[in-house]
């Protein structure tokens, strides 16, 4: 369970709270704001507030003075377009913040996004808690031949046991030792009067990858469907992937139409390059193509068949 | 006036609808919500959504599960701190978005600012309003002599009298022409159905850069103070300035603790160069400092000397 | 001519020049270094600096030591993997800079493309020259009614010279009153002793967008691609694509296999949406499809016709 | 010492390289080029690449044509007028490409600078090296109790001792497992060809912060000079204020007179308060202030009597 009783209570109280607004809302995202969304074993992400829906996309395409939405129809139609022409601007009309709790090794990869706001727990300031994430055993997967930075099949029982024992250890250990370099227990109590503790900026540095932190991250819906295509992406790292998935669902209740745009032109759809263009030309003229005549490279090759559902 | 009766209806309707909402709301930001500020002779600025509030940026500087707030002047302090010491992540948690007017000089200085997303009404896809700056006799300055991108004095009435002449008439002539090669009248009609009207993308080139225009501009707080602070600065351009000044009131509804901060901290200190500063050690020295042993040019002999409110 | 004989002088003595240096240099690039390629009627795009070659993509891909490159072969694989995947980083890690005279107009359009550096020439400190763009009579087009921000067939040859007629005059008329106002003649000296010149930063405001302003504008190989992506594309307005079109010819002196590699898997290529897809695998089925029975839209279904090269 | 005998050997013969080139070339930059400049025990950064110069910066104010320099001495009075007045964009024509080997905790206070390009080491593609940071025993210092996130006196000898051990002994043993779970040796062969090796991405979860990353980063100057100003502050951690004292030194080699500007006007100065300004107004005033009767905090009149070279 990643949360403790106060900070569900704090959650709680939050959301049992209502005030009046002349602003856009979004019932079906306020059902669940602040909610602790599970991800991995100790992770969360939590919507923690939200700017405009569906209709300020439209009415900031139309620079309107009122709300601006003609028929459901017509709005839909108008998302459509400027997702599929790439018509951006009106789409970063809307911003979304989360507070997310996250190992940092899957923080080192999100934080590469540039075009977002984060502000991170900082371990200079504050003792991280005893927190790591360690794999469910159908998560340790073989490095995969294929693709050098991919994952093939996974381990089997023993070898996955002997994994979990180390991450379990290490961690244990070199928190453990943490705590003793900052001469501070579980409490936040002094361990030994006669001893200094070590400066938090310093004795972080003894913590393993797998340890969770969490900050607050704030994007436009643009850079986040932008963000999300990537990290949904089936060749993402699983342990990123699976926040980008839940925070899918988030955008799914908070702008349906424009989610929709984007399953349709974005997510759902796939980029053909030049000689895949040219194979699929061949092939409706009747032609018979192999990989070898296609000009493509075998991988190449076999994700457009698979994208095109043939065997190859 | 710069609104039309249906734009003002428009603007009234939506600001008579009040939702529920959990998040977090602001009553003085909500009442003024939506509604149009004069700036210049028909443009304005208004609000038209907000996200997060003084207490958001604690919540992000803590990175708390609940709302986070201690006693106000805790939080006070902490904002005090954050300005301060340019810890500016939190601040960058709450963000604003403009419906703007303003001519297009304007908007052309304005836009240099990349750290906030824009969607401008398109000259390609719609008409142009025949809406032009024409400055007040008093705006009209003579070239400054000591600043080369400044103004001077103000000109006399004949020779005001004259420009004006000169801005209303071209205004005027390049609009109709506009409207002539668009083949279109104020209506939207077809002016002669003999002809073809040229395409609204070409058009619009005859148009002086007086014309105003019009956009959504979204920003967060630290980037907007960082653009405030530059624009609402007395060697910013009047025309621009003035748009600043009625933002900068925005923000003083919006997150009163973070105005004061940012009053006390950026825009009303000062930054003192190494050499002011050792200027300012001599001085407190007892010292007898002038221009010439200062080690500084006249110009930030001067700046300084305002600054510490001497004579020089 | 876009340039002066004083302005050409200048850029034949700089490129008369040579320095030796360790940095990575491209000879093809280096022949056309400070040229201006003419664009429009008064415009140009030139080449004033550069920072690294195809190399130092793999360079940065491999985080090496040294120039770190292998056989050719093996470079443009890594690249195309690199473009393929959007693994976009290390295609950032080449930057140029242009210097670009262009219509207003187009700087609007231009600028908006947040990710380069951009120091525009300043009509606040400086007076702007006596240059507009002035279409080719074939470049004056209707108004398209299937493409609200699009255009027609090209105006016939009599309202052709109206239109041109009208831009001429505007301008001459606009700029002649710019030096009245600002009480200065070609030479830059007072046309007047007994009048007052008002300031240039508001002078300005009477000219119209189709006046030539330049700027330095800098940008990664990335973010240079995804705007020439975009400004290269048939739906963007001729004025800018012909600086788009001008300035790929120098990424391809520049860097030719990330220039190939673009071409293969973003300008060559096309987005497939998930309903084109289901689409395309009906038709290699053998399906019979038209666009009612397609789930697309006529100008979708149009399009995708066309990248298939069939009738539809 | 930072590098294997191969690292070295491929900077030198990318040094001993020369090429003509007609780009604006620095040789004070040039003679360091490639060379890696030790910071902490197993770090370095190095210049891999630059562009423009002093008088890049100048000719990009001016927008010229040609080098477009004066005398040296109105370039320099130009770049102090820029860098005083915040007229940052000439000064973002500069750009400079760091080769950076950093500890993994200095990388992700780093990384939230985002205005530079990066291209970081990928520990899931490939394996880390066994490098990590030690501090020497003078650098162990224990938790600030005046400031949250800062320092106080050094470690005793034997707790310094003891933290050292532990931070060897955690290191070894934890890449120990790291090496066991991906079963490679330092050779990179398998160790157990019995057992399989967990994906690369997975395995790297079990490291401590203090090992070594690198990456290539790129900034522009004016950027480069704002993370500079916070990183080389004494507010700043240690171990990144000795990368951004390394990175000032070729600063001031590559563009010597913005540098001056920059120690003058940011580094060299300080901002004072609105307070702080009334402060020194009272005591210039020949007024008696103490910290009570000034209006500022305890640690905001410690800092601004600081300043002032007074004993407060």
């Given at each position: 369970m990643p949360l403790t009783t106060d900070q569900q209570n704090e959650i709680d109280s939050q959301q049992a709270e209502s005030r009046p607004t002349r602003r856009a809302t979004v019932p079906a995202l306020e059902d669940i704001l602040y909610q602790a969304i599970p991800v991995l074993d100790h992770g969360f992400v939590r919507v923690v507030d939200y700017m405009g829906d569906d209709a300020a996309i439209v009415q900031a395409a139309r620079v309107s003075?009122?709300?601006?939405?003609?028929k459901m129809r017509q709005d839909a139609g108008l998302i459509r377009y400027l997702v599929r022409h790439r018509h951006t601007t009106p789409l970063e009309m809307c911003e979304i913040k989360y507070h997310v709790k996250l190992p940092v090794f899957v923080a080192r990869q999100w934080i590469?996004?540039?075009t977002a706001n984060v502000n991170e727990y900082s371990a200079r300031y504050s003792v991280l808690d005893r927190e790591f994430y360690i794999p469910e055993p159908e998560a340790l997967a073989v490095q995969s031949t294929a693709n050098r930075q991919g994952r093939g099949a996974v381990l089997s029982g023993a070898q996955a046991a002997r994994v979990l024992d180390i991450l379990r250890e290490d961690a244990a250990r070199n928190y453990a030792n943490y705590q003793e370099m900052l001469n501070e227990d579980d409490a936040g109590?002094?361990?030994?009067?006669?001893r200094d503790g070590l400066a938090r900026e310093l004795a972080r540095?003894?913590?393993?990858?797998?340890i969770y932190t969490q900050w607050y991250w704030k994007c436009d819906l643009h850079n986040l469907m932008h963000f999300l295509g990537l990290r949904a992406?089936?060749?993402?790292q699983y342990e990123i992937r699976v926040y980008a998935e839940a925070m899918l669902e988030t955008v799914k209740r908070w702008v349906p139409l424009a989610y929709e745009a984007y399953l349709e032109y974005q997510l759902g759809g796939t980029h053909v390059s030049k000689t895949g263009l040219a194979v699929i030309r061949r092939l409706l003229a009747g032609e018979a193509v192999d990989q070898e005549s296609s000009g493509l490279s075998a991988r190449e090759w076999r994700e457009l068949m698979t994208a095109l559902d043939r065997d190859g």
């Open positions: 003075y009122g709300r601006g939405t003609k590469r996004h540039r109590n002094v361990i030994d009067p006669a540095m003894n913590l393993p990858l797998n992406d089936s060749h993402a």
